[in-house]
């Protein structure tokens, strides 16, 4: 069994604990899912959780010793360039969001183009919106409350140029309705028109001066994103690679 796969029960029984029903956002190609919603599937869960506790336990502090890694990185970069500013970044993650989600409600992603890098925008596009389009289908997607924005991963590259294709992954916590229905008779196809806890991680990329959307995923690849913060480079380091470039 996948350490991934553990971690990600373990995060579906905590969100129980807190009478929260776990979810994920349409872009990227999912659609919400409130997992173990009868009785004996919560009565589950939370077994889970017994058996998970000490896996929840490291991974919460494994995931907060990550965020305030990313966070000591840009302030460090911040005195080299402004645009690794996290409150300016912040904002831009939160314009993202609302933006992204907002195409994808309206199946037609062109006008949100410039926030996402070509290939993610062509592949929500063609593979997700383009398909459900086709079938006569709609994905509803209405976000209620974005909770939080917080920094996970961040990794300072030179690509071709100073901090060219730096990456930073976010994770975001949202109140959202999500589903898919018949464009002709309203039936809905997944899931149900609820109001549901949303976590997402999602992926940035710096290209020219901006930072673009370059991924979304699931929560359960947040323990691959632990692991390789644990592995860079002291930011430093790679300031001085960049002075030899």
């Known amino acids: 069994m996948k350490y991934s796969f553990l971690f ?5 029984a905590t969100t129980l604990l807190f009478f929260i029903e776990p979810a994920m956002a ?5 659609i919400a899912s409130a997992a173990f919603n009868t009785f ?5 869960l939370v077994g889970l959780v017994i058996f998970f506790l000490p896996l929840i336990i490291y991974n919460e502090v494994r995931e907060q010793f990550a965020k305030r890694r990313a966070l000591q990185d840009l302030r460090f970069m911040m005195k080299h360039d ?3 500013d996290w409150l300016t970044i912040r904002n831009r993650v939160t314009d993202c969001f609302y933006r992204v989600h907002s195409g994808w409600s309206k199946s037609d992603l062109s006008d949100t183009s410039d926030w996402m890098t070509d290939w993610y925008w062509q ?8 398909d459900w ?8 997607c209405h976000v209620k409350k974005l909770k939080s924005v917080q920094p996970l ?3 300072h590259r030179n690509v071709e140029q100073a901090h060219e294709q730096s990456l930073l992954v976010v994770s975001i916590h949202a109140t959202m309705q999500d589903y898919l229905q018949e464009k002709a008779t309203g039936k809905v196809i997944e899931e149900d028109k609820r109001y549901k806890e949303a976590y997402h991680l999602w992926s940035f990329v710096l290209e020219g001066s901006e930072w673009k959307v370059s991924n979304i995923e699931e929560i359960s690849h947040l323990s691959d994103y632990l692991k390789w913060a644990k592995q860079l480079p002291k930011i430093e380091d790679t300031m001085l690679s960049q002075s030899r470039t």
């Open 8 to 12: 990600a029960i373990a995060v579906l």
């Open 26 to 30: 349409s872009p990227g190609g999912k």
């Open 40 to 44: 004996w599937g919560r009565i589950i």
């Open 82 to 84: 402004a645009q690794f």
């Open 123 to 130: 592949n929500q596009q063609l593979v997700y919106l383009d």
């Open 133 to 140: 389009e086709r079938k006569g289908l709609e994905n509803v």
């Open 153 to 155: 991963l961040f990794v």
